[in-house]
């Protein structure tokens, strides 16, 4: 099994930055893909950004592209996100996620993500 624990949530104003961090333990072996997914009061989860282990490819949510920056590190089992330039529509519980396919947490998105941590919340005042 795969353990996930996130860290670095909090409330930040507008136009500030807020760093989240996600370590992994367990049976990490077969996971490629790792990554943050968000989920707002009455909305759907969404995929923020997702990494891949194996060859460093990135993929961001076109909402967030330029303003957060996923990356791991030298241990891989290590996952965070800067966020910058927060605005209030980023207000929302960030998950961690993995899966042993980059490309399917990409492509489908949550519904086929089996492993997830427990969430953080991150609150934007206007």
């Known amino acids: 099994q795969v353990q996930l624990v996130e860290s670095g949530g909090g409330f930040v104003q507008t136009g500030g930055s807020l760093r989240l961090s996600c370590a992994a333990s367990g049976s990490t072996g077969n996971i490629d893909g790792l990554g943050w997914f968000r989920q707002a009061p009455g909305k759907e989860r969404e995929v923020v950004a997702l990494?891949?282990?194996?060859?460093?490819?990135?993929h961001y949510a076109d909402s967030v592209q330029g303003r957060f920056t996923i990356s791991t590190d030298n241990t891989k089992s290590t996952v965070n996100l800067q966020m910058n330039n927060l605005k209030p529509e980023d207000t929302a519980v960030y998950y961690c996620?993995?899966?042993?396919?980059?490309?399917?947490?990409?492509?489908?998105?949550?519904?086929?993500?089996?492993?997830w941590g427990q969430g953080t919340l991150v609150t934007v005042s206007s």
């Open positions: 990494i891949s282990l194996s060859t460093g490819m990135v």
């Open positions: 996620a993995a899966d042993p396919s980059f490309f399917r947490m990409a492509e489908a998105g949550y519904k086929y993500v089996k492993i």
